[in-house]
């Protein structure tokens, strides 16, 4: 049985802990699954399942100190634009979306790790089977981040959550690494064979293949969403929503985990 969560920014990420720590209050554990797959959003979600962090503790985020933000706005649209083109390469989009992701002016990448060190509260892979998607700047191909790559844990789901212009690109072994979901969306297609499996997706538009039980945001948690899922300050009001919306899902998502 497999777990597969998907994109969505730092709003995203919010319902994802939301909506799991309603669940866990309830007796139903999403990190439970036999597989977790993370992506992005997810990724940081996943990963902090997997390591059973305490996700009440994350009901909220410390301020953001002055001169900490300082997000490039102007590269995502032209990142979409790219990866939208009628009859793009896939491989070559990405290539193209990495050099936008190298030359933006972002935060640095040390930022980035140790927020979602704080987040994770280690560096350290679960014993939970856990994959990480995310996509190599300069080749533009997908990878898959296992706790056998040797990698921490901090920096997959820091180079899986990497968006172009939100933050510089994860250095890994000498290589630069960028969002997962230029790599696929959500990756569900890495669960195939893991039996039934349950989609979480913050960004979710059209019903996808592969997924037994797809989930999406309910119309109130849309509304907190707002329309920057990079609007942080929303972390609280869109945590709660995910925290309500569990109520509805407890017999189904628990009927499907093991």
Request: glycine fraction near 14%; aromatic fraction near 6%; proline fraction near 8%.
């Amino acid at each position: 049985m497999a777990l597969v969560l998907g994109p969505g920014g730092p709003v995203g990420t919010a319902w994802l802990f939301g909506l799991a720590a309603g669940l866990r209050r309830t007796g139903v554990d999403p990190a439970s699954a036999d597989v977790l797959v993370g992506t992005s959003a997810g990724a940081i979600a996943g990963a902090a399942l997997a390591v059973g962090r305490d996700l009440e503790e994350l009901s909220d985020l410390p301020p953001v100190r002055p001169g900490e933000e300082g997000a490039d706005l102007a590269v995502m649209p032209r990142v979409f634009e790219i990866l939208n083109a009628p009859g793009a390469d896939p491989r070559e989009a990405r290539r193209r979306v990495g050099a936008l992701a190298r030359e933006a002016d972002a935060p640095p990448e040390e930022r980035h790790l140790a927020g979602m060190e704080f987040l994770l509260g280690t560096r350290t892979w679960p014993d939970t089977a856990l994959l990480i998607t995310a996509v190599d700047v300069d080749g533009g191909d997908p990878v898959v981040w296992t706790r056998e790559d040797g990698v921490p844990l901090h920096a997959a789901v820091a180079s899986s959550s990497a968006a172009p212009g939100f933050t510089a690109p994860i250095t890994i072994d000498g290589r630069l690494y960028m969002d997962g979901a230029f790599g696929g969306g959500s990756n569900v297609h890495l669960a195939r064979g893991a039996g039934t499996v349950i989609l979480i997706e913050p960004m979710g538009q059209a019903s996808p293949e592969g997924a037994d039980l797809w989930i999406t945001p309910d119309d109130a948690a849309r509304e907190a969403f707002g329309p920057n899922v990079g609007d942080r300050s929303r972390w609280a009001e869109v945590y709660k929503a995910g925290v309500r919306q569990s109520a509805d899902l407890v017999d189904t998502v628990g009927s499907l985990l093991p």
